[in-house]
């Protein structure tokens, strides 16, 4: 897990945020890109609580590394009250922020490593703002190869960056449940493209975000390659509420997600087991 960079001086008060631009980049999924004055540095893996007045607020995590002066960039599933409200809204027009909270990757432990993405459904999200962060300094890593699960090809997102990516040097695996018409790729689960992968488990450092049902599997796939629990990195989706460690929503044993999290060595989640479900 990565230190919290300096952020907000106060970091409960929510900040205005004006929707710059807004793609639709599936049926469910839209990219929105903000400008807000209000905030500082945050890490890919780091989460804002993105609220609007009347609706609430919801954890979304960063899609794309923080850089001065650039739009923040947050991928929002449709997925009820709020997400629905925020999907009906047009540039130009505000929500709020705050944070950004939890504890994000750190990129400093991976360097020198051969690194393995993988990741499913809503996980892309995350996932990107740490691929984009990595690519950045391509030379710093070993092999890099990313494994990208979906139900059905039409809910593959980000699929307009693959090839910019394949040329900065990610190897890129996709896999689908159901193929549809015109699809050519891989079908089964992404469980399946692990097993046809050479590792260096010595060398290699694992990245897992997706859902909960997804980790089980992965997990015992990659310790039966051989990769240590301390190169295993999860990050955690639990229901929350404060996002500040205050009302213990996130709370999985004694650890708040929120605070804690959302990024975990599988090594720190030993006794957890709740944290699979
Ligand atoms: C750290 C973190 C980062 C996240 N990052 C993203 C992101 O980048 N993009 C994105 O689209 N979503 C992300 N989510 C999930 C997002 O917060 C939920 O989809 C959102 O809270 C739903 O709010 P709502 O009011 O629209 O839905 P609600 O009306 O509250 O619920 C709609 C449905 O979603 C389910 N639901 C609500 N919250 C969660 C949750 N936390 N986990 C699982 N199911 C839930 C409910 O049970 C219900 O079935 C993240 C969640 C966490 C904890
Ligand atoms: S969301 Fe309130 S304690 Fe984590």
Same mark, same amino acid.
């Given at each position: 897990?990565?230190?919290?960079?300096?952020?907000? &001086?106060?970091?409960y008060?929510?900040?205005?945020?004006t929707?710059? !631009?807004?793609e639709?980049?599936?049926?469910?999924?839209? $990219?929105? @890109?903000?400008?807000?004055?209000?905030?500082?540095p945050?890490?890919?893996?780091?989460?804002?609580?993105?609220? $609007?007045? *009347?609706? *609430?607020?919801?954890?979304? &995590?960063v899609?794309?590394?923080f850089k001065?002066?650039?739009?923040?960039e947050?991928?929002?599933?449709?997925a009820?009250?709020?997400?629905?409200a #925020?999907?009906?809204l047009?540039?130009?027009?505000?929500?709020?922020?705050?944070?950004?909270?939890g504890?994000g990757? /750190?990129?400093? $432990?991976?360097?020198?490593?051969? $690194?393995?993405?993988?990741?499913?459904?809503?996980?892309?999200?995350?996932?990107? &703002?740490?691929?984009?962060?990595?690519?950045?300094?391509?030379?710093e890593?070993?092999?890099? !190869?990313?494994l990208?699960?979906?139900?059905?090809?039409?809910?593959?997102?980000?699929? /307009?960056d693959?090839? !910019?990516?394949?040329?900065?040097?990610?190897?890129?695996?996709?896999?689908v449940d159901?193929?549809?018409?015109?699809?050519?790729?891989? =079908? *089964?689960?992404?469980?399946?493209?692990? *097993?046809?992968?050479?590792?260096?488990?010595?060398?290699?450092?694992?990245?897992?975000?997706?859902?909960?049902v997804? @980790?089980?599997?992965? =997990?015992?796939?990659?310790?039966?390659?051989g #990769?240590?629990?301390?190169?295993? @990195?999860?990050?955690?989706?639990?229901?929350?509420?404060?996002g500040?460690?205050?009302?213990?929503?996130c709370?999985?044993?004694?650890?708040?997600?929120?605070q /804690?999290?959302?990024?975990?060595?599988?090594?720190?989640?030993?006794?957890?087991?709740?944290?699979?479900?």
């Amino acid at each position: 897990m990565a230190k919290k960079p300096e952020t907000v &001086s106060t970091p409960y008060l929510p900040v205005p945020a004006t929707i710059e !631009r807004v793609e639709s980049i599936s049926a469910a999924e839209k $990219l929105f @890109y903000l400008s807000c004055g209000g905030v500082t540095p945050y890490l890919p893996g780091q989460f804002f609580m993105v609220g $609007l007045p *009347g609706y *609430g607020e919801a954890p979304i &995590s960063v899609c794309a590394p923080f850089k001065k002066g650039a739009a923040i960039e947050l991928c929002i599933r449709r997925a009820g009250n709020l997400t629905g409200a #925020l999907h009906r809204l047009v540039a130009g027009e505000r929500l709020w922020l705050r944070g950004a909270y939890g504890h994000g990757f /750190d990129t400093a $432990l991976m360097k020198g490593r051969g $690194l393995l993405f993988i990741t499913g459904g809503i996980g892309i999200a995350p996932m990107r &703002s740490l691929l984009l962060e990595i690519l950045e300094k391509r030379d710093e890593y070993r092999e890099l !190869r990313l494994l990208y699960g979906a139900k059905r090809p039409d809910e593959l997102i980000f699929t /307009d960056d693959f090839a !910019r990516w394949k040329r900065d040097g990610l190897n890129v695996n996709v896999t689908v449940d159901e193929p549809q018409a015109g699809y050519r790729g891989a =079908v *089964g689960l992404v469980t399946d493209l692990i *097993g046809r992968l050479k590792v260096e488990p010595k060398s290699t450092t694992a990245v897992v975000i997706g859902p909960p049902v997804m @980790y089980r599997f992965v =997990v015992a796939r990659l310790k039966r390659m051989g #990769l240590s629990e301390e190169e295993i @990195y999860l990050s955690l989706e639990r229901r929350m509420k404060c996002g500040v460690g205050k009302c213990g929503h996130c709370q999985i044993n004694s650890s708040y997600v929120c605070q /804690d999290g959302p990024v975990y060595s599988l090594d720190s989640l030993a006794g957890m087991g709740e944290a699979f479900k």
